[in-house]
């Protein structure tokens, strides 16, 4: 056993509204510029909630033709881009045979969302089980040839955290030399927009100005704007990266995860297991509350779930909460769904990488409910950033926070 | 003589159920699927369940009784869900109705209850578990990806327990466009409660270059856990580490 050894973010690949990189992402997120828009994929006549964060083409990768590109299922799509992108960034694309690459990948309702495309193009693989034969994981550690084991996992909206914190533990239990982690979603389409609709979670009031839909913390916010993208890691041993001189994103520092144990979709008005979460995650990394740079909040704006959150960052940071810089990301990316943690660890290496801050954008009027907590409000700040905490929440009462620090 | 094999993780599987239920008795067993624990599940907590959380929830109420842990408290357990095509029919009987009306008429419970997330999540609330709780699999690899994600969990031992639901159906339900199945499916599910050290069947990790090349199914992992000193040993490869082996030990 080798637990304990410190685990790092050598690579990252990602698509997301905001961007195809971590450079171009991050430029928006500092810019407070929003990647929502009005939805022009399918009929939404009928739809309350009109507005989304849209990937509109991925990208083909190196080495692809676009032609056999265009031949892969949309999810394979993006993870094979988000993959390949983040094993050539930390230099081990070309290397890839030669050590053991396991894969985690935060995906909750893949089999939903191919089977609602597979029926918009004329498939019937939901009628004919025989045509389900493999995971996009599975697929993907196929495709690149990958030799290590490949687990999907889930907790909704809290996915990627989850996935994080399982390859950190593979690599430092020497399971695997290198894994990719990280999470994908591409929840918008008809049946999934319906379904968040119907469970009245989204935003229904902004559909004309949709850059002002999603408002974390502020006191007009009315739900959550759809999302998606994903985001994948590459993450190794610190003293593997050391060794062929990589460079080092971040440390995965610490890894706390709890449940409501309330019920599957509203949050629990207790902010003590939220709290619990974020306190394990700091022991887990060896830091305290004094030592948090920056706090990367769930917060999606709906009205129950950032005032409970906010009452959770206040429990478990005690009188630093009001010292703390404090900003939702969601605010211009939207909510990426299975795909947001991984998107917001992406947050926190660009504010480590820019040493500055990110803001909440469209926090016009903070809702009293959330006060107490140092918001970066509509602008970013530049400061020193040397340790953030990631909070992720999910459906089934899954709350799930990440210590990341930066590597100096 | 015995191949040359690394334990990666260990751990004790303390208590276990299986069940195999015809799909259409499913509708019966949903108020209350399985023997009270502490008391008589919510009429809400499985209505808009998936079948397999039915069939998963079946399981760990009969893994409660036969180890007679009905006063046990599980709060700070963990519970990891591993369902395989979740949602099938559910999901094309919404397909369906989404040609006639692509908005209202399309359920809100899809997200909540037919997601991989869905049976752990499910768990977590009727028992009362605050531990972390996510689902791992969802498709034909999931049983060795839940017991090898299982093992990485308990072995940092932060949770006293875990448990541990497997569910799939053999046969797959094949849905009428209405979601009616026009077969008989049958749905499998398996719930262990894994500890560090405790009395109960051994379940290792091994690295291991091996002959075994199945990932294992909830189906034949299920029959094992009926009868475990009939065939004193289960095994399933996990791609990429090795072996998944549980074996009964004397109590």
């Not at chain 2, 996990?238 to 009964?248: A, F, K, Q, S």
């Amino acid at each position: 056993m080798q637990t304990g050894r410190p685990v790092w973010i050598t690579g990252i690949g990602t698509a997301n509204p905001l961007g195809v990189s971590l450079a171009e992402t991050a430029r928006n997120l500092l810019a407070g510029r929003p990647g929502v828009r009005v939805i022009d994929r399918f009929d939404t006549r009928k739809h309350n909630s009109k507005v989304a964060g849209l990937v509109d083409a991925i990208p083909v990768p190196s080495g692809w033709s676009a032609t056999d590109f265009a031949e892969l299922e949309r999810m394979d799509q993006l993870a094979t881009w988000c993959g390949s992108e983040a094993l050539r960034d930390s230099g081990w694309w070309d290397k890839r045979s030669a050590i053991r690459i396991g894969i985690v990948l935060g995906n909750g309702g893949e089999w939903l969302r191919l089977w609602e495309a597979d029926s918009i193009t004329g498939g019937n693989r939901i009628f004919d089980p025989c045509q389900d034969t493999a995971t996009t994981v599975q697929n993907l550690k196929k495709r690149f040839g990958l030799s290590g084991p490949a687990v999907t996992v889930a907790a909704a909206c809290a996915s990627g955290n989850y996935a994080l914190a399982e390859a950190r533990k593979w690599i430092q239990r020497g399971w695997v030399d290198v894994c990719l982690a990280g999470a994908v979603d591409l929840t918008i389409s008809p049946l999934g927009l319906a379904s968040f609709d119907n469970l009245r979670a989204l935003s229904t009031k902004r559909n004309d100005t949709p850059q002002r839909a999603s408002r974390p913390f502020d006191k007009d916010r009315d739900g959550f704007v759809m999302s998606e993208g994903g985001v994948l890691f590459v993450l190794e041993s610190e003293r593997s990266a050391r060794r062929r001189g990589a460079k080092g994103y971040a440390e995965i520092a610490g890894f706390g995860a709890s449940s409501d144990a309330f019920h599957l979709v509203i949050p629990s008005s207790d902010p003590q297991p939220m709290a619990a979460a974020m306190r394990q995650a700091m022991a887990d990394a060896g830091t305290s509350a004094d030592q948090i740079d920056y706090v990367n909040a769930h917060a999606t704006s709906t009205p129950v779930g950032d005032a409970g959150e906010s009452r959770a960052i206040k429990l478990a940071l005690g009188e630093f909460a009001a010292r703390v810089p404090v900003s939702s990301t969601k605010g211009m990316t939207g909510h990426l769904i299975c795909a947001a943690a991984a998107m917001e660890t992406m947050a926190c290496i660009a504010a480590f990488e820019n040493q500055a801050i990110p803001p909440t954008i469209n926090l016009d009027e903070l809702d009293p409910e959330c006060e107490g907590l140092c918001h970066v409000r509509n602008n970013a700040i530049q400061r020193p950033v040397a340790v953030a905490l990631n909070n992720s929440f999910g459906f089934g009462g899954s709350n799930t926070c990440m210590v990341l620090r930066r590597i100096q | 003589m015995e191949e040359q094999r690394e334990i990666l993780a260990a751990a004790v599987v303390s208590a276990w159920a299986s069940v195999c239920l015809p799909q259409a008795e499913i509708e019966r067993l949903r108020p209350q699927p399985g023997p009270t624990y502490r008391k008589p599940l919510s009429p809400k907590t499985l209505r808009f369940a998936d079948d397999q959380t039915v069939a998963g929830m079946s399981a760990l109420l009969h893994a409660i009784h036969n180890r007679g842990w009905h006063d046990r408290s599980f709060a700070d357990w963990g519970v990891i869900g591993v369902p395989r095509f979740l949602g099938r029919t559910v999901t094309a009987s919404n397909i369906h109705r989404s040609q006639a009306d692509p908005a209202f008429s399309i359920s809100p419970h899809i997200i909540p209850n037919q997601c991989l997330h869905s049976i752990s999540g499910a768990v977590s609330v009727a028992l009362g578990i605050h531990g972390p709780n996510f689902g791992v699999g969802g498709g034909p690899q999931a049983v060795s990806e839940g017991l090898v994600t299982g093992l990485s969990v308990v072995a940092e031992l932060r949770i006293p327990g875990l448990w541990i639901i497997c569910t799939e159906f053999d046969p797959e339900p094949v849905p009428e466009p209405g979601g009616q199945p026009r077969n008989a499916p049958i749905v499998h599910a398996a719930a262990m409660a894994i500890e560090g050290s405790a009395s109960g069947i051994s379940l290792h990790l091994y690295r291991q270059s091996s002959s075994i090349s199945h990932a294992g199914s909830v189906k034949n992992l299920a029959a094992f856990l009926l009868h475990p000193k009939t065939e004193p040993r289960w095994q399933c490869a996990m791609d990429g580490i090795g072996v998944v082996e549980l074996i009964t030990t004397a109590q």
